[in-house]
């Protein structure tokens, strides 16, 4: 189950990648801060690479891709070595397509009825995105009601300070962010920093426990 792994990464970082090296150094550090898996996103000419990269270099992770907005770019993160794939929307071309390729794939809604599309497809874990833009916290509550079955990995504008609170409701299995994984972190190769902000999000206080 696709909530199973998701709530057992708890926190799922959002990586943009610069370099294929990079990015796996990054991937050991989130790691050694006791992460189990990463997002990385297709944004950058770097991404298929660094997939293939951190999937052959670190095996015990979990490997999303993320921004995934259609099948063709759901085709490559596969063929990378994508073992889960993540989107920002939905459309019923790529749900099929996820569907047909039997990937685990967390489509991204904003909505009650993106939720009802992707029930209808045979969903029922998503990325509500972006999710303090779109209602945060009080959406997430109000969602619990007609759809008790239903998880979220809510991403977009989680912080330090706030991500807690998300991880407390009993239909968010994990959440998306990018503090751990901030660019100057990244290009100044502030690893062991990377490392303790990871192990500060992967603590018992972190997981509402």
């Known amino acids: 189950m696709i909530a199973e792994k998701l709530s057992k990464a708890?926190?799922?970082?959002?990586i943009t990648a610069t370099s294929a090296s990079s990015t796996v150094e990054l991937a050991r550090a989130l790691h050694r801060g006791g992460m189990q898996a990463?997002?990385?996103t297709l944004r950058t000419s770097a991404a298929l690479?660094?997939?293939?990269?951190?999937a052959a270099e670190l095996p015990e992770?979990?490997?999303?891709?993320?921004?995934v907005t259609n099948p063709a770019e759901l085709d490559a993160a596969v063929a990378a070595g994508a073992t889960m794939?993540?989107?920002p929307g939905s459309t019923p071309q790529l749900l099929r397509a996820a569907r047909d390729a039997g990937v685990d794939f967390v489509p991204?809604?904003?909505?009650?009825s993106e939720v009802m599309q992707g029930l209808d497809e045979g969903y029922s874990c998503f990325k509500l995105f972006p999710a303090v833009a779109v209602g945060g916290l009080a959406l997430l509550k109000s969602l619990g009601g007609p759809y008790p079955d239903v998880r979220f990995c809510p991403t977009g504008g989680l912080t330090p300070a706030n991500f807690r609170d998300y991880l407390a409701l009993p239909n968010v299995v994990c959440c998306g962010g990018s503090w751990m994984v901030a660019a100057d972190l990244v290009d100044n190769q502030q690893w062991d920093q990377i490392e303790n902000l990871a192990r500060d999000a992967m603590s018992p206080l972190a997981q509402g426990e």
Do not use: H, Q, Y
């Open 49 to 54: 690479d660094s997939i293939r990269a951190v």
């Open 38 to 40: 990463v997002e990385i």
């Open 61 to 67: 992770l979990l490997v999303a891709a993320g921004t």
């Open 10 to 14: 708890r926190v799922l970082p959002v």
């Open 108 to 112: 991204g809604v904003a909505t009650a």
């Open 85 to 87: 794939v993540v989107s």
